[in-house]
């Protein structure tokens, strides 16, 4: 169902492009902004690994440096197919993970201090079994295609934004049609951001129940979930950016009400929820 959803989500970003490329800019503004996506969307793609990890200051470790972390990992990998990934640790007091890399040959899983102090050994297995899932699931590779779809739309709006001010026209005015334009410059960048968060929350259920078939223990991630989420409260995260909310298990920068529509992460009830069902039923049998 989630892969569904996913695919269903991408579907309807990229109609609401073409929608936005036609009304906004004309074909000519459409092929400008999804090409200059492209290209900022690909480096971020390709280079992410190194940024991210660097932005959180996170450490490299061998076998030698945390060995039963280590060994997590590597049994992990062995049991899901994945080439063993590099591992770091993130000198943070606050408890979380995400993993990284474009495919999982050059994948990176990184875990904070605080989650290495507060979880015992079948919990870290459950959050490390979520991020692999994440590498299989190459959720990099998702996330970058929707990013780069939304990334054109906010162009496009800004595009028409600017030329609308400058009282300029456009070769393809004649495609275009004011009132879907102007309409077009306030919805449909928030439609996009929208869109977007839900494929990360989809994605988010899909490595729950890949981490969770991994360890065969769902209730195990269940109880990481809910120590991460009580302690990331009281223990703030202290650098990176929202930006990089996406890539950790709980969304260290997240917020309620209205903020909850453009989170990119389930609520972490539902995310319990469905790991507990899936201990009830047996379904976390095999990877």
Do not use: C
């Amino acid at each position: 169902m989630n892969r569904f959803k996913t695919v269903a989500l991408l579907a309807t970003l990229t109609a609401l492009l073409l929608w936005g490329g036609q009304a906004l800019g004309g074909q000519s503004g459409l092929m400008i902004a999804l090409g200059l996506a492209l290209v900022m969307n690909f480096s971020a793609y390709w280079f992410s690994d190194k940024i991210v990890l660097r932005m959180y200051g996170a450490q490299p470790v061998t076998e030698a440096d945390a060995p039963e972390l280590y060994a997590i990992v590597r049994e992990l990998a062995i049991r899901g197919g994945l080439p063993m990934p590099k591992v770091y640790i993130i000198p943070e007091a606050t408890p979380n993970a995400f993993a990284t890399g474009r495919n999982p040959q050059h994948a990176a899983v990184a875990v904070t201090e605080g989650l290495l102090q507060l979880l015992n050994r079948d919990e870290l297995a459950g959050v490390l079994a979520h991020e692999l899932g994440h590498v299989k699931n190459r959720d990099t590779l998702v996330m970058t295609v929707a990013a780069t779809i939304a990334g054109a739309l906010s162009m496009l709006a800004e595009m028409a934004m600017w030329r609308s001010l400058l009282g300029g026209s456009s070769s393809d005015e004649e495609e275009s049609h004011p009132a879907a334009g102007l309409l077009g410059v306030i919805v449909a960048p928030i439609a996009a951001v929208l869109i977007q968060a839900a494929i990360s929350r989809s994605r988010e259920f899909m490595a729950d129940e890949a981490g969770a078939r991994l360890t065969g223990r769902p209730l195990a991630l269940a109880s990481a979930l809910r120590k991460i989420e009580a302690w990331s409260r009281q223990v703030p995260m202290t650098s990176g950016t929202p930006a990089t909310a996406h890539m950790f298990i709980i969304n260290p920068f997240s917020g309620g009400g209205m903020l909850r529509l453009f989170s990119t992460h389930p609520a972490t009830e539902e995310r319990i929820r469905r790991l507990e069902a899936m201990a009830r039923t047996g379904m976390a049998a095999s990877f």
